[in-house]
T-cell receptor, first 116, second 114 residues
Framework: AQSVSQHNHHVILSEAASLELGCNYS??????LFWYVQYPGQHLQLLLK??????LVKGIKGFEAEFIKSKFSFNLRKPSVQWSDTAEYFC??????????????FGQGTTLQVKP | NAGVTQTPKFRVLKTGQSMTLLCAQD?????MYWYRQDPGMGLRLIHY???????AKGEVPDGYNVSRLKKQNFLLGLESAAPSQTSVYFC?????????????FGEGSRLTVL
């Protein structure tokens, strides 16, 4: 079955620490990959996306992610987190193919808490 | 543009009551989706639509019905609410050609079933 797994459920960091959130998907075919962020009390917002081309993708607010096809991974990184990065982060995958209708499959989410 | 708008934002129901959540988008998107968000489970797809007049089941469709009579609206109905349907519901829409396109989300509707 198609699935998305986020390994870290709850991460606590101090400001200026580096961040890496893991995301793995289960299917070996063609995929579109996304990271969404949900700030407290708000709706989901797109952080970055990968469709094709350069596997290192840069998003908003200094976030980046690297698509490693051989590892079925799309990990999110940020060199130095800020208190305002406190939020829940979701990895999502769009599995492409004839039976797919563009629906996203989401990971369980990772709650990031940044201490000032 | 308003983007994706959900109404109501909050609702409390008693077990067995019915209600409808409305999702409206003004981006002329073909695809629309209803997700539910529960702690530790991420977002799970309830139903979706690939165009006006079409609907299809997602991962967790039981207990819900949907309709897409107009392209801009996607309605989610609960005919007989159960406490297990207490959740935050998100509507999303997608443009793009073929399979490619990011989802735009509404602000969510928090439903409590007592």
């Amino acid at each position: 079955a198609q699935s998305v797994s986020q390994h870290n459920h709850h991460v606590i960091l101090s400001e200026a620490a580096s961040l890496e959130l893991g995301c793995n998907y289960s299917y070996g075919g063609t995929v579109n990959l996304f990271w969404y962020v949900q700030y407290p009390g708000q709706h989901l917002q797109l952080l970055l996306k990968y469709f094709s081309g350069d596997p290192l993708v840069k998003g908003i607010k200094g976030f980046e992610a690297e698509f490693i096809k051989s590892k079925f991974s799309f990990n999110l990184r940020k060199p130095s987190v800020q208190w305002s990065d406190t939020a829940e982060y979701f990895c999502a995958v769009n599995y492409l193919g004839s039976s797919n209708t563009g629906k996203l499959i989401f990971g369980q989410g990772t709650t990031l808490q940044v201490k000032p | 543009n308003a983007g994706v708008t959900q109404t109501p934002k909050f609702r409390v129901l008693k077990t067995g009551q019915s209600m409808t959540l409305l999702c409206a988008q003004d981006m002329n998107h073909e695809y629309m989706y209803w997700y539910r968000q529960d702690p530790g489970m991420g977002l799970r797809l309830i139903h979706y639509s690939v165009g006006e007049g079409t609907t299809a089941k997602g991962e967790v469709p039981d207990g819900y019905n949907v309709s897409r009579l107009k392209k801009q609206n996607f309605l989610l109905g609960l005919e007989s609410a159960a406490p297990s349907q207490t959740s935050v519901y998100f509507c999303a829409s997608r443009g793009g050609t073929g399979w490619i396109g990011e989802l735009f989300f509404g602000e969510g509707s928090r439903l409590t079933v007592l």
